[in-house]
């Protein structure tokens, strides 16, 4: 597995190329957004790891930048974990953060589950990256269908009204888990757990986060969804 650390930080860039290649990774990094979104073009990473905090552009521009070709899993790195930047990365297209000063094992850790997570086939969207093995958690399926939206698991693609939406492999998941369950309220715990891989490490912000980004393109109106829908006090349901 290949992996992009975009760090300006020597010393923290240094660290991570350590841990990561300890673990068998591959690393390439680069010091700037500029220096990054070329690097992620030229070696094509498994998973990119992005300081919030760059020189040139923010960790935020640069997932932004990647979601515009790639459903590669991202991570962020932010020095606040209570701070609006959290929430504000992960609607910008990250999968997961990480808060400096964080323990090497704890980033290992969400580093791998996200990389359990790579579906059987593409999922839709260009730039995916290459297919990894079936999940245990959400097995693959039939094609679903509820109205003009299409599911289609082992292709990894979704439809409405016959036109492929762009999900990240993250929302693609998730999408896929509800419908499964259609009528079923999932709490966050259970969809961290599922979804994610997390248990002790979860944080019910990536799920709303991604629930925000899923409705944004599955839905026709996201003020008003008619398929995924919050359930007060618990977490969320898919309606068919």
């Known amino acids: 597995m290949r992996l992009l650390t975009i760090e300006d930080d020597d010393a923290v860039r240094l ?11 591959e690393v390439s990094e680069a010091p700037t957004a500029f220096d990054g979104l ?5 070696d094509k990473p498994d998973l990119v790891l992005v300081d919030l905090k760059l020189p040139d552009r923010s960790g935020f521009d640069v997932c932004r930048a990647l979601r515009e070709t790639s459903a590669v899993p991202i991570i ?19 999968d997961d953060y990480i808060t400096k000063p964080f323990q090497p094992s704890e980033l290992t850790a969400r580093i791998k589950a996200l990389l359990r997570r790579v579906p059987p086939s593409p999922v839709s969207g260009p730039g995916v990256g290459e297919a990894g093995p079936p999940s245990p958690t959400v097995p693959t399926a039939p094609a679903l269908t509820f109205g003009p939206l299409e599911l289609r698991p082992q292709e990894g693609i979704v439809r409405r009204g016959g036109e492929e939406l762009h999900l990240t492999r993250t929302e693609f998941r998730l999408l896929l888990l509800l ?60 309606v068919p």
Do not use: C
């Not at 660290?15 to 990774?25: K, N, S």
């Not at 944080?203 to 008619?226: N, Q, S």
């Open 76 to 94: 962020i790195v932010t020095a606040n974990e209570e701070s609006a930047d959290v929430v504000t990365g992960l609607e910008a297209g990250a």
């Open 179 to 238: 419908a499964q369950n259609t009528g079923r309220a999932f709490s966050r715990e259970e969809l961290l757990e599922q979804v994610w891989s997390y248990d002790r490490l979860a944080d019910g912000r990536l799920v709303d986060a991604h629930i925000r980004r899923l409705r944004t393109k599955v839905e026709i109106d996201p003020a008003e969804p008619v398929h995924i829908l919050t359930v007060r006090g618990l977490g969320y349901r898919f």
């Open 38 to 42: 070329a690097r992620f073009s030229a």
């Open 15 to 25: 660290m991570l190329r350590m841990v990561l290649e300890d673990e068998g990774y």
